[in-house]
């Protein structure tokens, strides 16, 4: 279930998986919340909610929780909203299975106006060295990695 805490200065969001894997979310910001609405790349969207690219990760959508770990062929996939940040504010760390995105928006006097950070357990046979991400146009950042237990075809 999500819930979701509003005021005028801080929003925040979190979410808990009871599924195989588990997602957690949190966001904090200063600010207003903007998101952008335009197509995303083809491959990325069975894992992606694109009805509804507003609701922050985390968040129940029409096709379920957005954000949670999804499985396609040999390889794992994961997505979180990062609109409201640059490209050089956003960190993306794999250990012990997990793959946490972490984005924090630093002021010109040294403050921090906006922090995300979205953790997900993913399956033990994945590749940690393989984790790599895309930033589609509209803030979605899609991770994936490969898992270690694929065999890849041998060519003669």
Not at 13 to 34: F, K, N, Q
Not at 61 to 88: I, K, T, W
């Amino acid at each position: 279930m999500a819930s979701l805490t509003s005021s005028s200065r801080r929003s925040s969001s979190s979410y808990r998986s009871s599924s195989r894997y588990s997602t957690s979310s949190s966001y904090r910001s200063e600010g207003s919340l903007g998101s952008s609405s335009e197509s995303l790349d083809p491959l990325f969207e069975p894992f992606l909610d694109s009805a509804d690219h507003s609701s922050m990760f985390g968040e129940e959508g029409p096709r379920g929780p957005s954000g949670g770990v999804h499985c396609l062929g040999d390889s794992y996939y994961m997505s979180a909203n990062v609109s409201q940040f640059e490209p050089h504010d956003i960190v993306v760390m794999a250990y012990n299975h997990h793959v946490v995105i972490h984005a924090q928006k630093v002021c010109d006097d040294g403050s921090i106006s906006d922090t995300v950070t979205h953790k997900s357990l993913f399956p033990e046979d994945m590749d940690p060295l393989s984790v790599s991400g895309t930033l589609n146009p509209d803030g979605t950042l899609v991770v994936s990695c490969v898992s270690s237990n694929f065999a890849p075809l041998e060519h003669f």
